[in-house]
C-alpha cells in the first residue's frame, strides 16, 4: 500500500504559524473532528483528557498504542492538519522519546507537543535540564523523519502548581525554544499580563494560549496581545460531557428537561451525511 503524503497538510499548518491569529479545536473522536471541519476551522487537535474520556479512562492513563490509533483516527477524519497532544512523549529516556516520536509522525500528524510534566506528585515536573535535552531529542527525531512537522513546547508550571508558575514556565519556554521548539505553549495562562510576558519572551516564535473557560477577553484581544493559535484542550469535551450528565441526572430523577438544547437528529444526521 502506498504511504500517503500529509506534506501539503504539514506545509499548510506552518503557514498559519508565520502571521495572525488562529483558533484550532480539540476533537475527540471521528465525529467531533468532522464536524469541526464542517465549521470551517483550519486545523485541529487532539486532547489527551477528551480522548481519554471517551473511553471511560482518566486523563494520562492511556497506553501508547492506543494513543497513536487515535491520532491516525483524527488525521483520516478530515484533510485537516492535526497537532498531536503527545503529552511527555509516552517515555522517560531519551532513546524512547525519539523512537515515539517517530512513530506519531507516522500517523499523519502535522505537529506534536512534549510536555515538562511528569505524572509524579513528588517530581510533578522534570527537571530543566532534562526537560531540555527531552525537547531537543524530539527536535532530532522530527529532523531525522525528514516530514515538516513542527514541534510545541509546553511547559506546565500552573497546572502542576508551582510556587512561581510565570517565571518558571518563561525561563522553561526560553529554553524550549533554543532546544528547537517551533512554537510555545504555557496552559493556564490567565491574564493579558500573563499572556504578554510569554508572547514577548519567546518572540518572534508563536505562542499558543489555552482558553477553556468564558474569558474575558475575545479573538481579537489575544491577536493584539501577540498570539498566534488558540486551543481549547478539554474544554469541548467537558461541553459535550456537561450536557450529557445535566440530561442524565434529570433522567434519573424522572426528568426530560436535560434535552431541552439537544442538537436536532436531522441535523447532525445532514451533517455527517455531507462529511
Known amino acids: 500500500m502506498r504511504k500517503p503524503d500529509f506534506s501539503a497538510r504539514r506545509s499548510a499548518f506552518r503557514k498559519l504559524h508565520d502571521s495572525g491569529c ?4 480539540n476533537p475527540w473522536d471521528t465525529g467531533s473532528a468532522k464536524l469541526l471541519a464542517h465549521l470551517g476551522f483550519e486545523a485541529l487537535a487532539t486532547t489527551s483528557s477528551g480522548f481519554a474520556w471517551s473511553r471511560g479512562r482518566p486523563d494520562n492513563a492511556m497506553p501508547l ?3 497513536l490509533a487515535h491520532f491516525r483516527e483524527v488525521v483520516e477524519a478530515t484533510g485537516l492538519p492535526v ?3 503527545f503529552e511527555d512523549g509516552h517515555a522517560r529516556d531519551l532513546d524512547g522519546l525519539k523512537k515515539n516520536v517517530h512513530r506519531c509522525i507516522e500517523t499523519g500528524v502535522a505537529g506534536l507537543s512534549i510536555e515538562d510534566a511528569t505524572g509524579d506528585a513528588s517530581q510533578p515536573l522534570y527537571a530543566l535540564d532534562e526537560a531540555v535535552a527531552r525537547m531537543r531529542a524530539a527536535r532530532e527525531a522530527i529532523d531525522e523523519s525528514g516530514e515538516d512537522v513542527l514541534l510545541i513546547g509546553r511547559a506546565e508550571c500552573f497546572l502542576t502548581g508551582h510556587s512561581d508558575p510565570l517565571n518558571e514556565s518563561l525561563k522553561r519556554l ?6 528547537g521548539a517551533d512554537c510555545l505553549y504555557a496552559p493556564g495562562l490567565r491574564t493579558p499580563e500573563q499572556i504578554e510576558a510569554v508572547v514577548q519572551a519567546v ?10 473557560w468564558p474569558a474575558p477577553f475575545t479573538l481579537d484581544d489575544l491577536a493584539g496581545l501577540g498570539v498566534r493559535r488558540i486551543s481549547v484542550g478539554s474544554a469541548l469535551a467537558g461541553a459535550a460531557w456537561g450536557g450529557f450528565l445535566r440530561a442524565a441526572r434529570g433522567l434519573a430523577e424522572g426528568r426530560f428537561d436535560g434535552f431541552a438544547d439537544n442538537a436536532a437528529y436531522a441535523e447532525l444526521n445532514r451533517l455527517f451525511a455531507g462529511s
Request: net charge neutral; glycine share 8%; hydrophobic share 55%.
Open 203 to 212: 518572540a518572534p516564535k508563536p505562542v499558543n494560549v489555552l482558553v477553556g
Open 22 to 25: 488562529f483558533v484550532i479545536p
Open 83 to 85: 497537532n498531536a497532544d
Open 65 to 67: 498504542d492506543a494513543v
Open 174 to 179: 526560553k529554553a524550549y525554544a533554543g532546544a
